[in-house]
Each structure stands twice: as C-alpha cells, then as structure tokens.
C-alpha cells in the first residue's frame, strides 16, 4: 500500500457500463473517488474487490462518495470482451458505474492501468475531493481500515474549515493513522 498527493490521472475508458454518460474525474472534484480496478476472471476481485466495492457503494452517501469500477485486462483478452463484462456485471448485480480501461496501441497493459502504475488487480486508488490520490493499494485490503480512511476523507475538509473558524486542532491523516495538529 501506498499513499501519495499526486493528482489523479484522468481515466481513459473506452466503454461505460452502468453510467447514461461518460465520466471523469474532473467531473468529479469536490467529492471522494474510490477506484476498484478487476478483471471479471480475476479471482480476488470476485471474492474481494468487488463485494467491497459494492459495500462501499451502498453504505456511503454517493453525494459525497463515488465508486467507479475500472475493468482492467491485461490477460485472457480474448475471454474479456465488453459483452462479456456487460454480462458479468448483471450477474453479479454490480451497479455502480465500470468503465473498460482503454487498450494500449502496442502491449497486453491497458492505459489507464499504466498510467496508474497498477502491478495487477484487484488494485484500489482512493482520490480525494481534490483530485489527489491519498491511497494507491494492490491486492486485498481491509474493509474497517479502508472505510476508516474514507471516512476521514469524508470530514477533512470540514474540520479545516472549522479549525480555521476556531483555532482548534486539525485531523491529518496519512493513510496510516490520524493525529491533531495545530491550525
């Protein structure tokens, strides 16, 4: 796991499921992104990213959080057409919004995936309000922990906000813990 301030790359998607228009991050800003990249035939997204996903979808207001899934193939090309997505996600009742990560024009790695540094899926990038990326995570990852860190995304802003009004203390979070600072 890693945790960063880089600006979020913008996705580029060539298909998306789920959504009536196409989406970018830049549409986005002023709410928190949660980025799921899978492959429908990768057995830990199944399992684990995509259940995670859809929890995070439905337990935070989508006012203020979004998740997007990000269908990622660098393998079995052939096996993980669009259709065979659109399929999948109305089987597995996934319905929050899934673009198909764009293929390079030379190499089994799609762009998006590459412009993230992804090493494989499942893969989570979690964006802040400001287009930031605040978590860049490969493999499983803790649901209370992730939703722990989602959760003080959630209050930053006001708490600054609110600190600055006040004098107070300021929660910082650097995707390991939380502390007070102050303002």
Do not use: K
């Amino acid at each position: 796991m890693s945790t960063s301030q880089d600006r979020a790359p913008e996705l580029q998607v060539e298909q998306w499921f789920n959504s009536p228009q196409p989406i970018s991050l830049q549409a986005l800003r002023g709410r928190i992104v949660v980025l799921h990249a899978f492959q429908m035939l990768c057995p830990g997204c199944v399992a684990h990213g995509l259940p995670q996903a859809t929890a995070i979808s439905e337990t935070f207001p989508r006012d203020e959080v979004v998740v997007l899934g990000l269908h990622s193939v660098f393998e079995h090309h052939a096996a993980m057409p669009p259709l065979a997505l659109q399929a999948f996600l109305q089987e597995y009742r996934i319905g929050f919004p899934v673009g198909v990560d764009r293929p390079a024009p030379s190499g089994p790695v799609p762009l998006t995936m590459q412009a993230y540094g992804l090493r494989g899926t499942p893969s989570l990038v979690l964006v802040d309000r400001l287009g930031s990326i605040r978590l860049h995570h490969f493999g499983r990852m803790d649901d209370l922990r992730l939703g722990a860190m989602i959760g003080a995304l959630r209050v930053e802003p006001v708490a600054e906000r609110e600190a600055l009004r006040t004098g107070a203390s300021v929660p910082h979070c650097d995707g390991d813990a939380c502390a007070l600072t102050e303002s």
